[in-house]
Structures are given as C-alpha cells and as structure tokens.
C-alpha cells in the first residue's frame, strides 16, 4: 500500500494531515471512537512538528496485520530533536505554554508508539492503530 | 543591452500604441472593464515604461527607474485580482504590448524591448499571484466570523455552536465574539456547544479553557455541551481536566442547568409565554 507524505508547514497544514488521517482511518474501518483517538493523536504530533521542529512532514499510511487493518502516521522534523525523553513525555510538562499533555496523551490513544530523538537530530514519532 | 531606437519610435507613435494594445487587451476582457479606464491604464504604464527606458532602465525590472511602472503593476494585478479576472487575463494586459509593438512599429528590431515586456509580464503574473493570495486570505477570515454566531437562548444565556475545525485563529475570533455578546447582551451564563467539533485535542482543549476562565473574570459561567462519546473518551485519554466547569452531553441539557442557576420555573414561564 502506497503511503502519502504531507508537508507540515503551517496550521492548514495540520488541518490537511488530520483530514487525510481521517480518511485513511474510515478506509480501514476503524470504529468512530477509534477514528477520533487516531485523528486527536495526529493532531497532537503534527502540531509538534510544527510548534517545536520547525515544521516536517507526515507520512501516512494503511498497514495490515494478518487479518486486521490498521492506519500507521509518522512525523519527522529536523528540528533541535528532545534531550529528555522521559520529560518530555510527563504529563503536564511543557516548554512552550501547552498543556504538556500531546505526547504522553497521543500515546495514550493509539495501539504502538515509537518515539525517536536526539538534539540537533531532529524528531520522528511513529503511531499505529488497529481495527478492533 | 541597447535598444537602437525603439524607444525613440514608441514615443513618436504612442496614442497609436496605446490604440492597438487597448484592442488587444480589450479582446481578452470581453467588455468587462470600461475601455475608457483600461486606455488610461495602459496609457500611464507605458509612459512610465518609457520613461525609465529613457533613463536607462536596462533589462532589470527591479532596477530603481523601473519603480514607476512596478507600481502601476502592482495596483493594476490588485485591481484585477479583486475583480475576479484570471491570470492569464491579466498578464495579457502586459504581453499585448508587444503585439501592438509589432503592429505598429513593423520591422524594426525590438528583441530587447520585448525581453524587457516579458520580465514585466512575468512580475504582474507574480504581484497578481501574492493579491490573489490576499483576496483569499480575507475571504477566509470572514468565513470565520460568519462561522461563529452566537446566539441568545433566553434573557441572561447565550449560546455558542461551534461548528468545525477549531485552529488557533478561529479559537480567538470564537473568544473574543463570545465575550463581547457577553457584554452586549448582560448575559452571565454562556453555553459553549461543540457538537459539531470534529475532535477536540490539546490546543483546542487549553483555548476552551481560556474562554471559560476570561468568561469567569467578567462574571459569566460557562457550561460545556455537546460532549459526544468519542470525544469523552479521547479527551479521558489525553487527561484533560475541565476541573470544576460544568460539561453535558446536549445543548438542551446545559440550558436547563442555565436555567436553573438562573432560577427561571421553567413551566411558569411557559405558561407567562402562552398567555
Ligand atoms: N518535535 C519536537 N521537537 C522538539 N521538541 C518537542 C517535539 N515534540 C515535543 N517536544 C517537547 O516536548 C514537550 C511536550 O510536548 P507535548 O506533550 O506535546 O506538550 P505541549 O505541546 O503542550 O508542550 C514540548 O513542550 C517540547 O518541549
Ligand atoms: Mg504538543
């Protein structure tokens, strides 16, 4: 299945990720709940992007999994990457007057999250959720 | 770059230039702007051209003697912009220069004078790109505010339905528009209804918050309707607190609570009402 890269540089940006998010997610017959958890995570992440690397991309696409459908995001920035992993991911913590809640929450409401940085090499978040 | 005499044969043949360009532009509008406006367009910019050819302008069109005609340009790609006409359209206000160039001056060699029409083309299609861009933009924010009424409920409710997505731009027009009907009305309750509000994620979570707590400080409550399954669950999940506000699953829900930290009876009224 071919994936789609979409630029992330801007708030309408964030908007046309969450959108094709959305689409995929009905394609792969995730439930409405289960749509809404994966396009909330996808906003979460692709403001990120935005907000503190500086702008990236997300690269989406339908995985399968033996019987099960599912819809897998990635973001990439360049940005100054996270020196503190695990801060980052507390909730409530924040260096830009959020709520500090997207990491740690987009982990919540998806199945797989892979999170990869170093500073000054950029960020890559990886999210997967299935079909039930 | 020379441009032998061109220069000197456009201004003795100019009302005739400006004659055969206006025809050709003309053609491509259709009727659409009055003849009269486009000749005295067409008439300025080519005057300016020439003058700053005269001045020794070159092939540069950002060069300083050039500024004149860039800003004729600018404002006639504005004009057009906003008048809804193409592009193409509009660059052909430019190119038809050199058809009327080739009508008018036969066989004289005017390969650098046209070079110098084709940069000044290309310029318009760029300033009518960037007003383009603008006519959109402004577009754009008045669908915003059109897309934020609100509305009073009864005597001290007002009501917000939120429809669609909710950016950080819209979150500020929906604040500030809700504060101000606050004042206008003397409303001190305010039902904020995000039924038709897609997903609700952390930005959009912290901007209903700030509107509840600048409510607050004038003295209006808020409650929160339209919390629909999905966006429970995932507001749960994200470990959003809306602390002590009060939240209900429908608008109708959330104006009976109005209603009654209002102390309205309800039933009386509508007796009152039917009377
Ligand atoms: N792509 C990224 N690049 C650099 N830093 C990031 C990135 N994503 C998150 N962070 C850091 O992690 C912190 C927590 O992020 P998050 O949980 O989304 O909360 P918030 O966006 O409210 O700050 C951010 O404040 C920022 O310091
Ligand atoms: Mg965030």
């Not at chain 1, 992993?85 to 260096?95: M, P, V």
């Not at chain 2, 043949?13 to 003849?35: F, H, I, K």
Request: proline content about 3%; glycine content about 10%; overall charge negative.
């Amino acid at each position: 299945m071919t994936a789609q890269e979409l630029p992330i540089h801007g708030d309408a940006d964030v908007v046309r990720v969450r959108q094709a998010v959305r689409a995929l997610a009905i394609e792969a017959k995730l439930s409405l709940v289960d749509q809404t958890k994966l396009v909330t995570a996808a906003s979460e992440l692709a403001r990120n992007t935005l907000t503190y690397g500086g702008g990236g991309s997300a690269t989406i696409e339908r995985v399968e999994n033996g019987t099960r459908a599912g819809v897998r995001a990635l973001f990439h920035d360049d940005g100054p990457g996270i020196a503190d992993l695990a801060l980052a991911l507390r909730d409530g913590y924040t260096s830009g007057g959020g709520l500090g809640l997207g990491l740690g929450g987009a982990k919540r409401l998806v199945d797989a999250f892979e999170i990869r940085s170093e500073p000054g090499r950029g960020t890559t978040v990886t999210v997967t959720k299935w079909a039930r | 770059m020379t441009f032998g005499n061109v220069v000197e044969r456009c201004r003795q043949n100019e009302s005739e230039l400006v004659r055969e360009w206006r025809e050709v532009v003309a053609r491509s509008l259709a009727g659409r702007l009055p003849a009269a406006l486009v000749e005295k367009e067409l008439r300025d910019i080519l005057d300016a051209l020439l003058g700053a050819l005269e001045a020794g302008g070159g092939t540069d069109p950002q060069a300083e003697p050039y500024a004149e005609v860039r800003a004729l340009l600018v404002e006639l790609s504005r004009d057009r912009a906003q008048q809804g006409f193409s592009p193409r359209e509009t660059a052909v206000s430019v190119f038809g220069l050199k058809e009327a160039v080739s009508k008018v001056l036969g066989d004289t060699d005017v390969t650098g004078f046209f070079r110098v029409i084709d940069e000044f083309g290309l310029y318009t299609f760029e300033t009518y790109t960037k007003a383009r861009e603008e006519v959109i933009t402004n577009q754009a924010e008045q669908l915003l505010e059109l897309a934020t009424p609100v509305v009073k409920l009864w005597d001290g409710v007002v009501a917000l339905p939120l429809v669609g997505t909710l950016d950080s731009a819209r979150a500020q027009v929906v604040m500030e528009k809700l504060l101000q009907t606050l004042v206008d009305t003397g409303s001190e309750h305010a039902i904020i209804d995000i039924t038709g509000v897609p997903a609700v994620d952390t930005q959009v979570a912290q901007h209903l918050l700030r509107t509840v707590v600048a409510a607050r400080l004038m003295g209006a409550e808020c409650i929160i309707s339209g919390i629909r399954p999905q966006i429970a669950q995932t507001i749960v999940a994200l470990g959003i607190e809306f602390g002590d506000i009060a939240t209900k699953a429908s608008l109708a829900d959330a104006l009976m609570l109005a209603l009654s930290r209002l102390d309205v009876d309800v039933n009386a009224e509508i007796a009152k009402r039917s009377r």
